[in-house]
């Protein structure tokens, strides 16, 4: 099995074809060369079974010989097996020890999961205290009695919702991608799921086999693919459970009659023949858990609650997060998705929860105060990842609205100042986060834009002698000038007076000249999309459309540019052929090389235009 370490690495080979220095490997996993080496040598064995060298050159790197069926064969191993072909850490075990509690009836012995999980029984007796840490914000409590073992107790509807979690965190994209292929075209299953073991993957395994066959496209009209994996992942629960004879709350029959909407009878339908299946009654409370209407609490505006939150944290934490609109679209609509069917989407996982907590804990505290005071929290069950979803939002609009901090400010010197000079401010800005190319100009004018702007770094295709930081590379930057350029910066800002700063709103510089160079960058990208284009579906092309597409394909980059994409909705009742699909992937492979990347609806419009 591969270490934590070695699994990242071993990633970050396969997905990039750009060989990699084992000085960058160290100085990113903060480890010696030594370490990366040991960590290498242990790939290179794993490797050996599917035939893969990593090869290797002095000044060069490392990379891994490029056989890309090979490695796709790797990656799909990696991802779809992601848990269990590593060596496990101690945040594995807690999670592996709660799912192991939770699904026992009785006491579990530190000495039966020192078994399970192969490690010392004194391990485990130290992993217990984490494990009460863990499910405490879920309002569990951990149970200890001496000679007997351990127990986890608490609310059925809060022991539910902790399973479900720890199934839908524990599960990776590729488990994801194979169980909706499976249901929704009905497919043999025969794969394996990592993320569900013992007595809940029998119960999977029916509840699947079940949504198939009840399965119609029409389906995703009325419920949205997480949706589809959350019913099966509670279905799956609520058999579970009530095979140990826990119920929600009453064993009260349920009255289908009063439930006549699409969504509430598909539920309903799926409900009976899975219970019937396992011989179970249908339960009212179990329907009303599996709807995500269980909790009726008071019903919440959030359109006033998400202006109050921004300004309850605007006040706390000094910033006015008012000025930035995007926030409250963001932020209203992520409270929207989550609050619109009570419970059915307050179990996501975020995987930086602790690690927000942790580093932003004063804008956290101020979130979490808001939360309470205009959301309240009776409805949310796992507080620290809900709230750190919502801190999420008010740190990008930090990053991408707020200049947090300092940044090297540059000029870049062409032949005439204009052209495209203007790209390369494009690219720099774009490959290195803490530079700002202030101006461009010609050699002649270097020395007073220097004294009007306070450059501190100077961009050149000319050696020039200043007094500031010259770095000269090609008119068109290539990865070694840019590799230049990004030291050069590192070092500026390390060499600078640590100064305690405000956190100010980031005022653009908005001139004829930005929005020119914007023009002409759309230009350029919509004419380059077009030869390319042209190229590769040079017969295919409508005659009476060529012009329209040319027109299309200039919009659907100008759109990019300023953020207004065709709703990613749009067509997704568009039926995909085999060859539609060959002709997405062609198109999304020219956009992709001219760096744009957009979403399926703007692929599917383009597909209009051929034959």
Not at 63 to 71: F, R, S, T
Not at 251 to 274: G, H, P
């Amino acid at each position: 099995m591969l270490t934590e370490r070695e699994y990242k690495i071993l990633m970050k080979l396969l997905k990039f074809n750009q060989p990699i220095r084992i000085k960058d490997l160290s100085k990113e996993f903060n480890v010696s060369p030594r370490m990366i080496k040991y960590d290498l040598d242990h790939i290179k064995d794993w490797l050996a079974k599917y035939e893969l060298q990593i090869l290797s050159q002095t000044n060069k790197g490392l990379w891994i010989e490029p056989d890309e069926d090979k490695k796709k064969i790797v990656i799909k191993e990696l991802i779809g097996n992601e848990s269990w072909n590593r060596i496990p850490d101690q945040n594995f075990r807690i999670k592996k020890i709660v799912m192991t509690m939770l699904q026992k009836d009785d006491y579990t012995t530190a000495a039966s999961l020192s078994e399970i999980l192969e490690v010392s029984r004194n391990t485990i007796l130290s992993d217990m205290n984490l494990v009460e840490e863990f499910v405490s914000p879920w309002e569990i409590r951990l149970e200890r009695k001496k000679r007997i073992g351990y127990r986890l107790f608490g609310e059925e509807l809060h022991l539910r919702l902790l399973i479900e979690n720890l199934i839908l965190s524990n599960m990776s994209n590729y488990e994801i991608y194979q169980i909706m292929s499976s249901i929704s075209n009905k497919e043999e299953r025969n794969y394996t799921i990592y993320s569900i073991d013992g007595t809940l993957l029998s119960v999977f395994r029916i509840a699947e086999e079940k949504l198939s066959e009840l399965y119609h496209p029409s389906v995703i009209k009325i419920l949205h693919q997480s949706d589809i994996l959350t019913l099966l992942i509670r279905i799956t629960i609520s058999v579970t459970r009530l095979n140990q004879g826990k119920t929600i709350k009453s064993y009260r029959v349920l009255k289908d009659n009063q439930y006549t909407d699409d969504v509430s009878r598909f539920i309903l339908n799926f409900m009976k023949s899975v219970f019937k299946t396992v011989d179970l009654p249908i339960l009212e409370d179990e329907f009303l858990y599996l709807s995500g209407e269980f909790a009726n609490g008071r019903r919440i505006d959030l359109l006033n609650a998400t202006q109050k939150i921004i300004e309850e944290v605007s006040h706390k934490a000094g910033i006015d997060f008012k000025r930035d609109t995007k926030l409250f679209s963001n932020l209203y609509a992520h409270l929207s998705l989550r609050f619109q069917r009570g419970l059915f989407n307050m179990t996501e996982s975020n995987p930086f929860a602790e690690e927000i907590k942790q580093n932003y804990a004063d804008l956290f505290e101020s979130v979490s105060l808001a939360c309470e005071k205009y959301l309240g929290m009776d409805k949310i069950v796992n507080k620290n990842e809900f709230i750190s979803f919502i801190t999420l939002h008010f740190l990008t609009s930090l990053e991408n609205t707020f200049n947090k901090k300092e940044r090297v400010r540059a000029v870049y010197v062409c032949a005439t100042g204009k052209g495209v000079a203007r790209l390369i401010k494009s690219r720099v800005e774009k490959e290195i986060h803490d530079i700002d190319i202030v101006a461009y100009c010609s050699i002649m004018e270097v020395e007073e834009i220097c004294k009007k702007r306070e450059v501190d770094l100077i961009i050149s295709v000319f050696p020039i002698k200043s007094r500031i930081p010259v770095i000269v590379m090609e008119a068109i930057p290539t990865k070694k000038d840019i590799d230049t350029i990004k030291e050069k910066v590192y070092e500026i800002l390390e060499n600078r007076p640590k100064s305690i700063q405000r956190i100010a709103w980031k005022e653009e510089e908005k001139n004829d000249e930005d929005s020119e160079s914007i023009s002409l960058e759309i230009i350029l990208k919509g004419f380059e999309v077009i030869q390319e284009v042209q190229s590769n579906f040079a017969h295919r092309i409508k005659d009476d459309r060529l012009q329209a597409l040319h027109l299309h394909i200039f919009l659907m980059v100008h759109r990019y540019f300023f953020e207004k994409q065709y709703d990613d909705f749009l067509y997704t009742s568009h039926q995909v052929t085999e060859k539609n699909k060959q002709d997405l992937q062609l198109f999304k492979n020219i956009l992709e090389s001219k760096d744009l990347h957009v979403n399926d609806s703007e692929l599917i419009a383009l597909l209009q235009y051929l034959n």
